[in-house]
């Protein structure tokens, strides 16, 4: 179940990235939080996360040629190093009341936080594919889909940790306070990352023939990644699979405060609490998948994953009590990782070495690019519709196409 963690530099990374990512998820909280309470509007709610996303509409591809060619650990080095000063600049100007609350919108400058979700933004959609590809050079093939199922596990435990975490400081440190723990946390995977010896092997370092600066066999290399996905079904399957789940359900997450505060007329330990309850899905969900191993009919389980995803989200969209939609949450970060991350573990079992940063590249971008498109058009939608109904339409559509792909897609649900 964790013989990924018997390879040290693998060991040293999921430590690091798992302290990093509670800081992460504690600032998530705080943000949307801030975000909200600034503005109370779901419209900039949307225009928040549209902002920390769209980023990786370009930079994502970009980043997986990077990660092909240079030092993918370095690239990780540099841009966390960068997000957490990011974090930090944050932290200050909330501290000094520098972003405050105020009659006007623009006097309370939140504009300020959405230039810092940007800068943050760039920083991880540039990291991301070297963060995938990574992966399997720290643990080879035969641990690989242990490791991908890992990787889920501690993000996901992540996610509940966060909340809680974020929780105990909005109560004792305020909501500054999270900000300087996400900005503090970074130093976690830096360190972890700088004491990762590849004794010689080289492994991290990309297997690129020309120099970044080349910017015509740059180009020509991104076209021949989308030509590799392009001439191979099964994984433009799965990458569009990735896509639906993301632009249509991922805005659960950026309305949830939405439901913690005008639908349940909860404080910030219930939204944190609703945070929570999502990430102990997610967490259990990668857990299972850990237990499991290499098993068999992925898949199956990518396509009722999602499945079970938008039915779970519908349920959540139309629930009006507190403890069902919390059940409904758990459900709901339980099928959405389940799905996720073994389109990860498919995706690295089926590409070359050669494509593995392109192609992870496209992962990242079908998942959390299309997000900010996601989170803007909700954003709209929520405004006139309404929340709940925005959802629910969401996860119905999620429904639609899960069921599509399974009947027209035979090669993809023999996939093991």
């Not at 990309?206 to 066999?217: E, Q, T």
């Amino acid at each position: 179940m964790f013989r990924a963690l018997s390879h040290r530099n693998y060991r040293l990374f999921w430590s690091g990235a798992f302290l990093s990512n509670i800081g992460t998820w504690m600032q998530a909280v705080a943000q949307g939080y801030l975000v909200y309470d600034l503005t109370h509007s779901s419209l900039w709610l949307g225009l928040d996360g549209f902002v920390a996303l769209s980023p990786g509409l370009v930079l994502t591809l970009l980043g997986g040629v990077f990660a092909d060619l240079i030092d993918r650990r370095r690239l990780i080095l540099y841009t966390q190093a960068v997000a957490g000063l990011a974090a930090l600049s944050l932290a200050i100007c909330i501290s000094t009341k520098y972003i405050h609350s105020a009659g006007n919108i623009w006097d309370s400058r939140v504009w300020i936080v959405l230039v810092f979700s940007f800068v943050t933004g760039c920083c991880m959609s540039l990291a991301g594919p070297s963060y995938q590809a990574l992966t399997y050079d720290l643990v080879g093939r035969e641990d690989v889909a242990n490791a991908v199922a890992l990787n889920s596990t501690q993000f996901q435990l992540s996610r509940v940790v966060g909340p809680v975490f974020a929780g105990i400081g909005f109560k004792f440190f305020g909501l500054a306070g999270c900000f300087y723990a996400n900005g503090l946390s970074f130093i976690a995977v830096v360190v972890a990352l700088a004491m990762v010896r590849f004794e010689g092997l080289g492994k991290s370092s990309g297997s690129g023939s020309h120099s970044v600066r080349d910017r015509r066999a740059l180009w020509n290399d991104l076209l021949d990644g989308f030509r590799y996905v392009r001439n191979r079904p099964r994984v433009s399957a799965l990458l569009s699979i990735s896509a639906v789940n993301s632009f249509f359900g991922a805005p659960y997450l950026t309305f949830v405060p939405i439901f913690s505060r005008d639908i349940f007329h909860l404080g910030e330990t219930g939204y944190a609490l609703m945070m929570g309850t999502a990430g102990a899905g997610a967490f259990v969900g990668a857990l299972v998948l850990a237990y499991l191993g290499d098993f068999k009919r992925k898949g199956w389980t990518v396509l009722g994953g999602a499945f079970a995803f938008g039915v779970s989200l519908i349920a959540f969209g139309l629930s009006t009590r507190f403890t069902a939609s919390l059940i409904f949450l758990f459900a709901v970060g339980f099928s959405i990782v389940t799905s996720v991350a073994v389109v990860n573990t498919l995706l690295q079992q089926l590409v070359t070495d050669a494509m593995r940063g392109r192609v992870m590249s496209m992962f990242i971008l079908s998942f959390i690019g299309t997000m900010p498109f996601g989170n803007l058009i909700a954003g709209v939608a929520a405004h006139r519709f309404g929340a709940p109904h925005t959802l629910a339409l969401g996860g119905l559509l999620i429904v639609f196409y899960s069921v599509f792909v399974a009947i027209r897609n035979e090669r993809l649900r023999e996939l093991h």
